[in-house]
């Protein structure tokens, strides 16, 4: 079955800076890839999401990058700012009709 | 809309107790799932229901079962808790898609205590 791996599982970085996460899936069949953010004590939302026929994706200050020979793609946060702060998790899709995630990245900006 | 609701936001059960967590989406959702998030895990997929009528496990279905009762409902069941369930159980909805996935949206979440 499909298993997604994700690094770092803490971060830490100061406002301004960037981010990056990275996750590793290893069904090659699967399609769809999203990103959720979650704050403390509430429920995911997706932030962003790209589909197996696209490279990279933008939406403002986040963008996502999908290498599908590699089997891994990216979150990328430009010029964090303390509301960034939560946790972040990673997806893949695959042909199962299953979304399995990574085990979440604790992104810790500080002012 | 109030999208994915959930029912109760907190349980504390004794080991052995059953009860049923409550879901329903008002998004017209075909597809509907049901999490449970442990600290370092993620979230985990327990059982899923494409469209109504059916049902599917998924990585960790042991110790439950769920009823998709119509387009809107789908409960989560535990006969017989154990501390092991001690977890926060999120239920999801999303749109089908003929290939490939889509957007899932999360309800609040319920958190489960069995001592």
């Known amino acids: 079955g499909e298993n997604v791996e994700q690094h770092p599982s803490t971060l830490s970085v100061q406002e301004g800076d960037s981010a990056v996460i990275k996750c590793t899936y290893s069904d090659s069949a699967s399609n769809y890839f999203p990103w959720y953010k979650q704050e403390l004590g509430k429920r995911p939302q997706l932030i962003i999401d790209i589909r197996s026929n696209v490279g990279e994706k933008k939406d403002q200050r986040i963008a996502v990058t999908l290498n599908k020979t590699a089997k891994h793609f990216s979150l990328h946060i430009t010029e964090t700012q303390p509301e960034d702060s939560a946790v972040y998790f990673c997806a893949a899709y695959n042909q199962g009709g299953k979304l399995i995630f990574g085990q979440g990245t604790e992104l810790s900006v500080k002012p | ?115």
């Not at chain 2, 029912?7 to 017209?28: E, I, W």
């Not at chain 2, 979230?43 to 387009?71: F, H, Q, W």
């Not at chain 2, 069941?77 to 290939?99: G, I």
């Open chain 2, 1 to 115: 809309n109030a999208g994915v609701t959930q029912t109760p936001k907190f349980q504390v059960l004794k080991t052995g107790q059953s009860m049923t967590l409550q879901c329903a989406q008002d998004m017209n959702h075909n597809s509907m799932y049901w999490y449970r998030q442990d600290p370092g895990m993620g979230l985990r997929l327990i059982y899923y229901s494409a469209s109504e009528g059916t049902t599917d496990k998924g990585e960790v279905p042991n110790g439950y079962n769920v009823s998709r009762l119509n387009k809107r409902e789908f409960s989560l069941r535990l006969e017989s808790a154990a501390p092991s369930q001690t977890s926060v159980y999120f239920c999801a909805s999303s749109e089908a898609r003929k290939a490939g996935g889509n957007e899932q949206f999360f309800g609040p979440g319920t958190r489960l205590t069995v001592l």
